[in-house]
Each structure stands twice: as C-alpha cells, then as structure tokens.
C-alpha cells in the first residue's frame, strides 16, 4: 500500500492549489479516503474525508472552500483548495483506514503567504 501526495507550494492567501494523492496496492474507491493536515507546533487534523459512495466531510475551517474528490480509473484523490489563508499553511498528508491499519502517505507542504 503506498499514498503518494504532491501539488503543495507556495501561494498568495486567496490564491489556489489543488493535490493528488496517488493510490497504489490498493483501490482507493473501496475505502474511506483522507487529507490530513498538521501545521508547525500542532496536532494533525482531518481536513477532508470522501466515502465509498463518494460523499463528502470537511472540516469547518475549510467548508466552501475547499473540495475532494475522487478519480476512480486513476485511483487517485484530490483536494482542491481555494481562498487560501495564511492558517492553512501545514504539511498535507492523506490517508486511509483499513483491515486494522493506518497508511500514510508522505505529505506535501502549502504554505500561504505574501
């Protein structure tokens, strides 16, 4: 099982990107699919989570702003982010749940900033 994240950078606040996590090992459709994130000096939150049946959580912070989604023939899962705040600087990890295990992939930063 491997999770590849990428698309992080730097951008203005206001500003947009979207990352992809590639999936591999497994098929991502069939399982619960996260973005996590942790900024400097905290704890890692749930930003973002798509279901098996494709429907979608987000965090509060994030709501209307940013959106996942789910590309089933690539087996990979997106989250694009738009009207960047400076608070949405953090390492973007996403993750998945299954057969008693957590994975992981490696993480992409963002950081917004002028």
């Known amino acids: 099982v491997q999770l590849q994240a990428s698309g992080g950078g730097l951008v203005q606040p206001g500003g947009s990107l979207r990352l992809s996590c590639a999936a591999s090992?497994?098929?991502?459709?069939?399982?619960?699919m996260n973005w996590v994130r942790q900024a400097p000096g905290s704890e890692r939150e749930l930003v973002a989570t798509?279901?098996?049946?494709?429907?979608?959580d987000y965090d509060d912070s994030v709501k209307g702003r940013f959106t996942i989604s789910r590309d089933d023939a690539k087996n990979t899962v997106y989250l694009q982010m738009t009207g960047l705040k400076p608070e949405d600087t953090a390492v973007y990890y996403c993750?998945?749940?299954?057969?008693?295990?957590?994975?992981w992939g490696q993480g992409t930063l963002v950081t917004v900033s002028s």
């Open positions: 090992g497994f098929t991502a459709s069939a399982y619960h």
């Open positions: 798509i279901t098996r049946r494709n429907s979608t």
């Open positions: 993750n998945t749940y299954f057969g008693g295990e957590s994975y």
